[in-house]
Every structure is written in C-alpha cells, then in structure tokens.
C-alpha cells in the first residue's frame, strides 16, 4: 500500500489539472478568503464559537493569558449541552487506570484512538475537582455514580461528580461557568448571533470569522485564532442521515446543536472523526415538545420488546449513554428496523410507583421546555403517550404487533423471575451488594419482578434520542483542528462536543471532563500565539 502525502496529492493535481487549480481543492476550499479590502467590524486576539462549557473553559483560559477575547452564540442563552446535561463529569482517582479504561473503550469499539490525547486527558482528568473549585467560590460538590461499563479493566477508578445546588446539575454547573464568565472577568459575549464563515489569509491561517448580527454580515478580526465549541449536529437531519445508523432517531439535548462548527470546519479543510459516536438514551416524542423526554424506569416489574413481541437486551445492563446501539440492528430480510420503534411493557404496580421518566435527570424538554411527567404516568396515559389495556393481547393489538408473542413472552419472564434466574439476557434480580453503579441512587434495589398476572398493563413506543453527537473536525492532544494529513489548520482550535475525542463508545460525565480539559489547553494555546500583522 502506497502513503500518499499531502505534498505528492498537490503536486499530482497540479500537474494533471493545472498549477491553478491546487489552491481550488477541496482540502482547501471554502473558507472566507481575506483581502485588503476587508472591514473588520470589531477586533479581538481570540473569538470563541459557541458558549457552551467547552467555549466558556476556552474563554477563561484564554482571557487568564491575557487576551482579549469574544464569544458568539447563536442562540438567546448560553449553555448548550453542559446547562442541559446532568452537570455530571468524570474525576478518576487514578489516571494509569483511567488510561487503561478509556483506551479499552476505542479499542474494543475499533474507534481511532490518539493515545496522546487519551493520556493528557486522562492526567488533567484526576485535578478537575480543583478547576469546578476555581469557577466560583463556595461550591458544593459531590460524587454521584461511577464507571458506566465495570467490566472493562481500569473501571474501579472512574467517579463522577456534579454541584448540589438549588436546580438541575447542569444549570449548576454551567452557573459556575458564567460567574467566572461574566462576573468575574466580564468578557464579551454576542448573544443571536451565528458565526457564518472562518476567514482565512493567504497563508492558511485563520484570522477571524465572519458573523451574522440582526441580518447583517460582520467581519470579526481573530488577531491569535479562532476556537470552536459549538457542541454537535443531533438537530441536523441530513447530517444525521448520512453518519447515525438507525431510523426515527430525535434529539434530547440543546436544538442549537445543528453542526454548524463542524461545516465550517470542513469548508476550511479539516478532517472528520468520530462521526458515528454518540451519547444516546432511549426515550420518546412529547407532541409540542421541541426535544424529546428520556425513558428510565425505576421500577422493577416492566421488559422492552421489538416489533416480534420480544425481548432483544438486558434492559438494565445497557449504559444510559449507549442505548442506540442496543437498538440498531437492521433486519436485511424484512428491510427495517426491528427495535425502531421498541415498546416498554410495564404493570399497575410498576404505574403507581413512579414516572417511566424517573431516572432522567437531563435533556432539553426537563431543563429548558420544563415538561414535568406526572408521577403516576396518569398525564401521559390521558394524552396518548402511554396506551393503556386490560390485556395482553389487546396491548399488543394497540401497538400493531404480535398478540401471541408478546403473551409468551411476558409468560416467559414471569417463569424466570420467580424461579430466580433470566434465562434470556441475564437481567439480575437485584443490586449487588456494595457494587459501583453509573448513578448512585437511580437505581432500586429489587431489579426485576414478574409483571401482574391480571391486568391493566401499559406500554410506551420508544425511539433513541441523541443527548449529542461526537464527531467533528479531528484535533490533536493540543486542541489544534487538523486537516486530512493530520497537520494542524493554523490558528484554528476545537474543544468540547464538536470533534470530541470520544469514539463509538462513551462514558458519561466525558463530555463535560473534556469541555473542560481540552477547552483550557485550546484557550491557552491560541492565547500563546504571536498575533497576525
């Protein structure tokens, strides 16, 4: 196999289409093109897309190193992901484990690993505690859950952690990000304001960005660089058609998120990774709701089932974070896909202990639609949300699927259960005792129990729902966005979602703990740079 170089591709193209038509590759095409004719609008030594956590961590970094820097963000508020998450990030006590348990996560996923990536963050990982300190005096921090897969080697050492405040976790944290933000250093911030093109000089270098204020096109000087963090593509469906397997896949998070940064980036040459990544609970559409609302039912006496009538997983052995690819298979026979929708089957018992919602602690349609699911479900069975039947059989005939299936099914769990083993998918019957599980407190300590003999019963249709993406421009371990060739774009960063370093498998609370790692090495690193002239 023969490497090709950048160097031997462009003189390739040069000489087979002329020497003029290098400089229109698309390795290097489409960035805004500076001229001395242009009119800057405003003039800064770093600009920052995107005022999510991993733009707020650049800001202060760089804003500490002495520049004078600008956010933009395109929607009303600040906050992106990080403010409707569960505030939660990762803070292992021991980084050669937390190293052996991540790289274990692309390795098994056969996900593009950069171990010196890996390493770095693994290492600013252990101190993070001290950094969620530094946003804003008085914090109260707590750990709240643990690795989301204990079998793989290095796990004992993950905690997580989030801020106990007066609203949800992350409200919380990204709370503590604007007073460092904006009381305490008072940096600028442009609010409705959607970056629209990188602009580039002759060089290669990214000098600014062009932006779009009340319907006018604005040139914002970027005399140090440009760093990108305005989070994933979740909310664009050509997007998502082209890079995440499955059908009927919505969005959970922040509706920002329509993977603006990443277009940019490759209209000004930079590679892509990591595009089939994601973080993706299970849920449903809300009607009138923007984002849907996740599905995590505390109670024990409840089994997902496909479109057969039967069970496909362990339903609590699945990490939150990695449903969509419990879900995903594609039937070649029949042309579909069998679990898209999935149906969670539940009893009366199960209704009356709480909302199918219980365990959701993040997502949009919680923290910004303020949708609150009635704790007995009686709100969502009213509205259709969840159907409701006396039998089995007439459950199964309002969900159009098979009558005799999902009886035996039932038939089937209710034998098992009782007699102490699931024979199917090994579900266990209860929490281990002392055992370190991805949410303190977000699970009961009876599992499993048979559903009612008699009825009603209730289902609810299900279908992923994306909290973010992580693919993006590829970055190095300095935070540098890279081109095809790996070398680095100059003068352009990324941190946080956008091109996040996770692959296919994620752990939760990852994407905060890097928001803020990689958010502060971009921030220093474009602040070190020499200005333009």
């Known amino acids: 196999m023969t490497l090709i170089t950048r160097r031997k591709f462009l003189t390739a193209a040069a000489l087979t289409t002329g020497a003029t038509a290098v400089s229109a590759l698309p390795l290097t095409a489409g960035a805004k093109e500076y001229s001395k004719d242009i009119k800057w609008s405003a003039d800064y030594d770093v600009v920052v897309i995107g005022y999510g956590g991993a733009g707020a961590a650049a800001a202060i970094a760089a804003h500490d190193k002495g520049?004078?820097?600008?956010?933009?963000?395109?929607?009303?508020?600040?906050?992106?992901?990080?403010?409707?998450?569960?505030?939660?990030y990762i803070c292992p006590d021991d980084a050669e484990k937390a190293k052996t348990y991540i790289k274990n996560l692309f390795t098994y996923a056969n996900s593009e690993l950069d171990e010196e990536t890996v390493n770095i963050f693994a290492e600013e990982c252990v101190d993070l505690n001290k950094y969620v300190d530094s946003l804003q005096d008085g914090l109260n921090q707590y750990i709240y859950g643990h690795a989301g897969f204990p079998t793989i080697e290095g796990s004992e050492c993950i905690k997580k952690f989030r801020i106990k405040g007066a609203k949800r976790g992350g409200d919380n944290l990204f709370a503590a990000y604007r007073h460092a933000v904006e009381v305490k250093r008072k940096i600028d911030i442009k609010l409705n304001t959607a970056a629209k093109d990188l602009i580039r000089n002759g060089e290669g270098e990214i000098i600014g960005v062009s932006i779009i204020?009340?319907?006018?096109?604005?040139?914002?000087?970027?005399?140090?660089?440009?760093?990108?963090?305005?989070?994933?593509?979740?909310?664009?469906?050509?997007?998502?058609?082209?890079?995440?397997?499955g059908t009927k896949v919505h969005g959970l998070g922040n509706p920002g998120n329509t993977g603006d940064g990443i277009l940019m980036a490759q209209k000004a040459g930079a590679a892509l990774w990591h595009m089939t990544g994601t973080s993706c609970p299970i849920g449903v559409k809300v009607p009138g709701l923007k984002s849907?609302?996740?599905?995590?039912?505390?109670?024990?006496?409840?089994?997902?089932?496909?479109?057969?009538?039967?069970?496909?997983?362990?339903e609590k052995g699945v990490d939150n974070h990695a449903r969509l690819l419990a879900v995903d298979a594609y039937d070649p026979i029949?042309?579909?896909?069998?679990?898209?929708?999935?149906?969670?089957?539940?009893?009366?018992?199960?209704?009356?202990k709480g909302p199918?919602?219980?365990?959701?602690?993040?997502?949009?349609?919680i923290n910004r639609e303020n949708y609150k699911w009635s704790f007995d479900n009686s709100k969502e069975i009213k509205s259709g949300?969840?159907?409701k039947a006396d039998t089995l059989e007439e459950l199964a005939k309002i969900l159009g699927i098979p009558e005799d299936n999902l009886t035996s099914t039932v038939a089937q769990w209710n034998a098992d259960i009782k007699s102490g083993k699931d024979t199917a998918f090994g579900r266990p019957l209860a929490k281990a005792k002392g055992a370190k599980v991805a949410f303190e407190?977000?699970?009961?300590?009876?599992?499993?129990?048979?559903?009612?003999?008699?009825?009603?019963?209730?289902?609810?249709?299900?279908?992923?729902?994306?909290?973010?993406?992580?693919?993006?421009?590829k970055r190095n371990a300095k935070s540098e966005v890279l081109d095809p060739f790996n070398t680095p774009i100059p003068r352009l960063y990324a941190a946080g979602e956008i091109g996040s370093f996770w692959g296919l498998i994620y752990q939760g609370g990852g994407n905060n703990a890097e928001s803020m790692v990689f958010g502060q090495i971009?921030?220093?690193?474009?602040?070190?740079?020499?200005p333009w002239k």
């Open 385 to 387: 949300i969840v159907k």
């Open 67 to 88: 520049s004078k820097v600008l956010i933009v963000e395109k929607m009303p508020e600040g906050g992106g992901n990080t403010a409707v998450s569960s505030g939660g």
């Open 292 to 314: 849907c609302m996740q599905v995590n039912m505390l109670a024990p006496s409840h089994i997902w089932v496909d479109q057969d009538s039967k069970r496909f997983v362990n």
């Open 441 to 473: 407190g977000r699970e009961a300590p009876i599992i499993s129990e048979p559903l009612d003999e008699t009825g009603p019963y209730y289902a609810v249709e299900m279908i992923p729902t994306i909290l973010n993406t992580q693919g993006g421009p």
């Open 213 to 245: 204020v009340d319907g006018k096109e604005q040139n914002i000087k970027a005399k140090r660089g440009v760093v990108l963090t305005s989070g994933g593509f979740e909310y664009n469906e050509n997007m998502m058609q082209n890079y995440v397997k």
């Open 522 to 530: 971009a921030g220093r690193n474009v602040a070190d740079l020499k």
């Open 334 to 352: 029949h042309h579909r896909f069998p679990r898209i929708p999935c149906f969670m089957v539940f009893d009366e018992k199960a209704r009356k």
């Open 356 to 365: 199918i919602s219980g365990g959701a602690t993040s997502g949009y349609a």
